[in-house]
């Protein structure tokens, strides 16, 4: 099946640092991949829509300054969190779609602890 | 907009139990309907899809869900469930018709089984 890679998988940093994570499609042309955000014994929040070659599309109350989406090929897209602060601590997945509609491969997702 | 409801947050059932977690969605138009899981440690991976046809979808590992579109639900079983079945399920639903089409999930159902 296809396989999408996230790293890193645990990042620890200080407060007001920027933080990048990347997801990779490793067997398949990703060109829509998707970021969500887990928070303890909740849902996954879809935060954005991240297209090759164009700009990422952001859910409604998600910061785009913020939280920052490049998606340069179409086997990596990467997640910044610029000036993290504690309440940015989360769990952050990345899918992607090989084309057919509504399956997702989805990453092993990164754990973000902000100090 | 579109949202699903899941409303049993944790499930303990015995082995050999029948399940049935509920699923329900709103959204006035065509949909496409899925059933993820996520084991202990682990991706989330797809159990079973719908889009369209036979209403009673068969997925992976003996489970099933059955779409009633008059009552935009749906649920998720298995006849006899195995101490290998814990996991977090979550419910998800999209609504468009190519690969950028977003899916959104359900608050997931906890599933734990006594050996």
């Known amino acids: 099946g296809a396989v999408v890679s996230q790293h890193p998988s645990r990042v620890i940093c200080k407060s007001g640092t920027s933080v990048k994570i990347e997801c990779r499609s490793l067997d398949f042309q990703a060109t829509t991949m998707f970021w969500y955000r887990q928070f303890p014994k909740q849902s996954l929040m879809l935060m954005a829509t991240s297209n090759e070659g164009s700009k990422a599309t952001y859910e409604q109350g998600v910061e785009k300054d913020k939280f920052l989406i490049n998606h340069a090929s179409l086997t990596l897209s990467t997640l910044t969190v610029t000036s993290a602060h504690p309440e940015d601590s989360s769990f952050y997945i990345c899918?992607?779609?090989?084309?057919?509609?509504?399956?997702?491969?989805f990453g092993e997702g990164s754990r973000l602890t902000v100090l | 907009a579109q949202s699903v409801s899941q409303h049993n947050h944790h499930v303990i059932l015995s082995e050999a139990a029948s399940l049935e977690l509920g699923c329900n969605y709103s959204y006035g138009g065509t949909v496409n309907l899925f059933w993820y899981v996520q084991y202990p440690g682990q991706h989330l991976q797809l159990l079973l899809k719908?889009?369209?046809?036979?209403?009673l979808v068969k997925g992976i590992k003996g489970f099933e869900a059955e779409f009633i579109k008059s009552k935009f639900s749906f649920n998720l079983r298995k006849p006899s469930v195995q101490w290998s079945d814990t996991a977090e399920y979550f419910c998800a639903v999209n609504a468009g018709y190519s690969s950028a089409s977003k899916i959104i999930f359900g608050s997931g159902t906890r599933l734990s089984i006594r050996p």
């Open positions: 719908y889009f369209s046809g036979d209403p």
């Open positions: 899918s992607a779609s090989s084309g057919g509609v509504g399956e997702l491969f």
